[in-house]
T-cell receptor, first 112, second 109 residues
Framework: EAAVTQSPRNKVTVTGGNVTLSCRQTNSHNYMYWYRQDTGHGLRLIHYSYGAGNLQIGDVPDGYKATRTTQEDFFLLLELASPSQTSLYFC???????????FGPGTRLTVL | QQKVQQSPESLTVSEGAMASLNCTFSDGTSNNFRWYRQHSAKGLEVLVSIFSDGEKEEGRFTAHLNRANLHVSLHIREPQPSDSAVYLCAPYMGYKLTFGTGTSLLVDP
């Protein structure tokens, strides 16, 4: 089974702070995804990537940047964090042509 | 864009009674659906994958898909307190998953 890890698992920052969430997958999957989960909204796609150096915009991208530095690593950047970005963030990966997504354990971010 | 709604928002059942959860979607061209379980804002666990109209059983979990009616359901046989969790429906459109808002299930012992 694919292994997807996220760090940190919990993060507290202040409004205007700079935050980077990290995701690593060890099964050489092509696709990686960042989601946020909020009460009443389910999981919503922020950004995704189909390979190192590639970035695609998801459904709720405002206020977020992302970067895929290697096949394994995908980062989500909040450069000016706001309280509205307090959420549970999930990373996932999947292989080309195989649409099963494997999810990481999540990162809980609180912006005060 | 695919839109997904789940009902009920919350459900309480007694241990051993059948639990039935519903999911409607807007785009019937999807033929790849997932039901996930999530305990207390933790990670997602895949329960059932269903790819065609009809029924798919995985242990105590059975999904029914009817794309003409834009509906997929999940039935949990003999639910246990450990099944208390949020259940998420998610159709694939190509590579992309779209999630419903979830049903919160509580199983009373």
């Amino acid at each position: 089974e694919a292994a997807v890890t996220q760090s940190p698992r919990n993060k507290v920052t202040v409004t205007g702070g700079n935050v980077t969430l990290s995701c690593r997958q060890t099964n050489s999957h092509n696709y990686m995804y960042w989601y946020r989960q909020d009460t009443g909204h389910g999981l919503r796609l922020i950004h995704y990537s189909y390979g190192a150096g590639n970035l695609q915009i998801g459904d709720v991208p405002d206020g977020y940047k992302a970067t895929r530095t290697t096949q394994e690593d995908f980062f989500l950047l909040l450069e000016l964090a706001s309280p509205s970005q307090t959420s549970l963030y999930f990373c996932a990966s999947s292989d080309w042509g195989v649409y099963e997504q494997y999810f990481g354990p999540g990162t809980r971010l609180t912006v005060l | 864009q695919q839109k997904v709604q789940q009902s009920p928002e919350s459900l309480t059942v007694s241990e051993g009674a059948m639990a039935s959860l519903n999911c409607t979607f807007s785009d019937g061209t999807s033929n790849n659906f997932r039901w996930y379980r999530q305990h207390s804002a933790k990670g997602l666990e895949v329960l059932v994958s269903i790819f065609s109209d009809g029924e798919k059983e995985e242990g105590r979990f059975t999904a029914h898909l009817n794309r003409a009616n834009l509906h997929v359901s999940l039935h949990i046989r003999e639910p246990q307190p450990s099944d208390s969790a949020v259940y998420l429906c998610a159709p694939y459109m190509g590579y992309k998953l779209t999630f419903g808002t979830g049903t919160s299930l509580l199983v009373d012992p």
